[in-house]
C-alpha cells in the first residue's frame, strides 16, 4: 500500500501545504502574504490572521491537484518551529485536528530541517540524484545562515552559524536603508545583475571557526549611504545597481569563504545550498564557479524550494513516517528551536 503524507506548513508568512506519495511530490501549493508588502516586514498578527484565511481552501488544493481524497491519506506532517508563534499555531492547530479526525498519525517537522531535507523532493518522472550522506548544506534565509553536516535524514550538525544577523536579515535591510521594496531580496537580485559587484567595498566580519555575522555588514552598508548621500542627496537612485552588486557580492564572498573551510576542514566535496537566500542568482553563479575550481559536487534547490514551501515539509515528513517516527497531539509549537 502506497504511503500519502500531507505536508503542512505556516512558519512565516507562506501558507503552504503538499502531497506526496511514497516519495513523489504530486501537488505543492503556496499562499504568500501580500499584506506586509506597506508595512516593510512581516506583521506577526496580520501573518496569523491570514494563515487561518488561507489554510482550508490550500490544503483543499493540494488535494484536488494530487487527485487524492482525505481518506487515502496515511500521516499529517507539521512545521512545528522555529517560526512565528502565532503563524505556527494555525498549522498545527489545523494538522492537529485533521490528524485526530481522521485518525491518523501526526509528525513534528524542524523547519530548518526539513530546508535541507528538499533536496530530496522528487517530482514525477524526475531522475536527477539527491546528495548521499554525509554532506554539507549551506542554509540561509531570513531567519538563519548555518553550515551543517548533514549525517543522514534526521542526525545533523550545525557546524557554524550566524552570531547575530542572518544573511537574508541583513540584505533585506540593507534593501529598505535603499527605499527597495519588501522584501528585499529578489529586488536586490535583480538589480545586481545590471551592477557592478566591485563598484563599492563594504566591510567584512572577523569571526573565529565557521560562524558568521552580518551585522557589521548592515551597519557599513548604512553609514556608507549616509555619507555618499551628503554629497549626492540622489545617490541611491543614480547607483542602485551597482550598490546591490556590491552588496550581494560581499554577502556571497562572506557566506563561500567558511563553506570552503568547512569542506577542507571536514574533507567533504558534495555541498548542498538551501533557504531562501538560495533563489540568489549570484550565489547560484558563485556555487556552480566552486563546483568547476575545487571539483564540489553542489546541490541547488528548485527554485519553488528554496523560500517556504510544504513539499520540503512532506518529504521530511515521510521519511519519519517511514521510521514511525509520530509526535503526540499534545506537542506545542516552538518559536525557537535548533537542528
Ligand atoms: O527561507 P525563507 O523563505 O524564509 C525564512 O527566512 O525562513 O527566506 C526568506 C529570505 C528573505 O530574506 C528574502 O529576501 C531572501 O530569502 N530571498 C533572497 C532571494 N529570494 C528570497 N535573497 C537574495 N536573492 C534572492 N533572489
Known sequence: MSTIILGIESSCDDTSAAIIKDDILLSNIVAGQTVHESYGGVVPELASRAHQQNIVPVVHEALKQADVSKNEISAVAFTRGPGLMGSLLV??????????????????????????????????????????????????????????????????????????????????????????????????????????????????????GLDYSFSGLKTSFLYFLRDRIKEDPDFIEHHKEDLAASLEATVVEILMDKLRKAARQYKIDQIAVAGGVSANTGLRNTFREHAEKYGWKIFIPKFGYTTDNAAMVAITGYFKYLNKDFCSIDLPAYSRVTL
Do not use: W
Open 91 to 208: 498549522g498545527v492547530s489545523f494538522a492537529k485536528g485533521f490528524a485526530r479526525a481522521l485518525n491518523i498519525p501526526l509528525i513534528d517537522v524542524n523547519h530548518l530541517k526539513a530546508h535541507v531535507l528538499a533536496h530530496f523532493i522528487k517530482e514525477k518522472d524526475e531522475n536527477a540524484k539527491p546528495p548521499e550522506f554525509p554532506f554539507l548544506c549551506l542554509l540561509v534565509s531570513g531567519g538563519n545562515s548555518q553550515i551543517i553536516l548533514v549525517k543522514s535524514y534526521d542526525e545533523m550538525e550545525v557546524l557554524g552559524q550566524t552570531i547575530d544577523d542572518a544573511a537574508g536579515e541583513a540584505i533585506d535591510k540593507c534593501s529598505k536603508v535603499m527605499g527597495l521594496d519588501y522584501p528585499g531580496g529578489p529586488v536586490i537580485d535583480k538589480l545586481a545583475r545590471q551592477g557592478n559587484p566591485n563598484a563599492y567595498a563594504f566591510s567584512k566580519p572577523h569571526v573565529l
